[in-house]
């Protein structure tokens, strides 16, 4: 009875709880973790160097942070901190913080934060919180919370809650937004007023 008890072995080694690798600072570490399977990637690259990440495959999610610049050719990625991104060919991005969106093609940007937001060429924009956004070239722009709009062309835009539009004659306004919020300009003195 009084022998030592074995000890039993065990894996030393620590369960993975999900951990995120580190982000990614090149086109070239983005293609190696996608071609190693990886489900999320999270890029900081430099800001001198130009992403071009093409079309983000659906089963991974991408999300872009710091100073990043990138452009992406269909998917869907979020994007955070100060970066820019330009949208295309029905991409969709949720912008949070102070990032930096241009969208075309048909593409659907989902703006909150601080975020600034240039749509065209058929783009859809939901803006909320104190987002800002220029839409011209038949857009439609959903204008949530306290959002700055200014807006040309044949551009559609739904003014809900407490939102400050800025409209050229030619854009169609719908929704319960007070007419207060609602100023009529020049298109030539449009994009002065993003700074409002």
Known sequence: MGAPVKKSTRNSRRPDRGR??????SYAEYTK????GAKSVVIDADPENWLDLGH???QVEVKIIGQTCAGIAGGSIAAAGRCFVQASNHARVTAYEHAHIEAFDDST?????KSCVVGTDNARIRAEDTAIVFAHSHCHVQANGQT?????????????????VRVSPSVHTTGPGQPANIETHPISRLARHLNF
């Not at 995120?20 to 600072?25: E, N, T, W």
Request: without cysteine.
């Open 20 to 25: 995120s690798a580190s982000p990614v600072r």
């Open 33 to 36: 973790r996608l071609t190693a």
């Open 56 to 58: 983000i495959p659906s």
């Open 109 to 113: 940007v989902d703006a909150r934060g």
């Open 148 to 164: 700055l709009i200014a807006a040309t062309d044949t551009t559609t835009v739904r003014i809900d809650g407490e939102a400050h």
